[in-house]
């Protein structure tokens, strides 16, 4: 994308969700996003703008959010789950090992990874101060996929 589609990108979020449109921070805005989405298609990004935006998203996603959804959205891959939701499936997994079920589904990739750190204990955890240890580990594994997975590369 080159600046001026930046601008443009910058204006359809401004209008999405309701923000100032004056020019000076219009520009100010577009350059703090062109760090961030320089490298991508305009128009990838216009549509996940869009989905956002119809889809009822409360705030205008930060430079970093439009990056991880438009190459996710590129790619055809699922984002990393947040930390209730990893916890949720992690929940899911432990009651079907206890119960003698299958598993309904395979792993993300950083819930497979917290669980392959965890061991065995992964499938005993079950109180709130497990589940806030399992967020807490959560979270920083899920950061560290993203700026491997969708960071901006250097060099």
Known sequence: MDKHECLAIV??????????IEREVLRT??????????????????IVIKDMAVGG???MPRPGELRVATITMMQGDE???SGAE???DLQDRRSALHDG???ASKAQPVLKQVMKMLGERATTLHT?????MFVKLYETEREKYLI???GIKHG
């Open 128 to 132: 709130n101060g497990d589940r806030d």
């Open 29 to 46: 805005r577009a350059n703090g996003y062109w760090t961030y989405i320089s490298d991508l298609p305009a128009e990838a990004c216009e």
């Open 79 to 81: 984002p990393p789950m």
């Open 57 to 59: 998203r409360q705030w």
């Open 148 to 150: 491997e997975q969708y």
């Open 86 to 88: 990893a916890w949720a």
């Open 11 to 20: 204006e359809l979020l401004s209008v999405s969700w309701d923000k100032p």
């Open 101 to 103: 079920r299958a598993v």
